[in-house]
């Protein structure tokens, strides 16, 4: 039992990750980081210093200047820099920059829980519970539309948003989102929030006991 309880949580846009990973975090009293504020706020950050969202080293060095203090702007949480987070994300160098500051938070002793798309895969590779949680475009597609009320956009415009989103984040070869070979898949798409993070519970506790037996 050397290895700190990670519980690594993968999956795309809108699936329910987000709030899973919250309460597993409450659930075992561990810290919880959501990745893709950071890559929101790479997206943001480079759109007001006037930088191109297509130009890597531009974007590479916004993230190499972000720090966990600068992740409360209340912007980041818009369809925007959603949009903004997923087209800085494809660049290996912004990646590469934010990689250091999401292994660190995995490592610490008394555990984590982080969610994004490379969480099982590339950040947290020996992560001893991982899970991919998903849903059907239209059911993301709805969930997002009803976070977005105050934004005054249309169903339809935020299912092609996620169908998007999906192509760009997961859609190739190498691409960021993809499941671990050893996660197990939770599709949330016939479930109530209650009932997915119980369904995660359960995954986790099967996982926390092979954990500490190991
Ligand atoms: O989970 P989210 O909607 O906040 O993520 C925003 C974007 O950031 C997403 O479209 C892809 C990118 N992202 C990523 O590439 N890797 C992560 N670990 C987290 C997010």
């Known amino acids: 039992m050397t290895a700190p309880f990670v519980i690594a949580v993968d999956g795309p846009a809108a699936s329910g990750k987000g709030t899973i990973a919250t309460r597993l ?3 075992y009293g561990l810290p919880v980081l959501d990745t893709g504020l950071l890559y929101r706020a790479v997206g943001v950050l ?3 210093a ?3 969202l297509d130009d890597e080293a531009a974007a590479a060095a916004v993230a190499r200047g972000l720090s966990a203090g600068l992740l409360d702007d209340p912007e980041f949480r ?3 820099a959603g949009e903004a987070a997923s087209r800085v994300a494809v660049h290996p160098a912004v990646r590469a920059a934010l990689l250091e500051m999401q292994q660190a938070f995995a490592a610490q002793a008394g555990g984590s829980v982080l969610d994004g798309r490379d969480i099982g ?4 590779p020996h992560a001893p519970a991982k899970l991919y949680v998903t849903a059907s475009p239209q059911v993301r597609a709805e969930r997002r539309w009803k976070q977005l009320a105050g934004e005054g956009v249309a169903y339809d415009e935020v299912l ?3 169908r998007r989103r999906d192509a760009r984040d997961g859609g190739r070869e190498n691409a960021p989102m993809r499941q671990a070979d050893d996660a197990v ?3 949330t798409s016939e479930m109530t929030i209650e009932q997915a993070t119980d369904a995660a519970r359960r995954i986790v506790e099967a996982a926390r006991a092979r954990w500490v037996n190991s």
Do not use: F, K, S
Request: glycine content about 14%.
């Open 25 to 27: 975090g409450a659930a």
């Open 185 to 187: 898949l939770l599709d």
């Open 78 to 80: 818009t369809r925007g």
């Open 50 to 52: 006037g930088a191109d």
């Open 46 to 48: 480079a759109l007001r």
């Open 121 to 124: 895969t590339v950040i947290a």
């Open 160 to 162: 092609a948003d996620i």
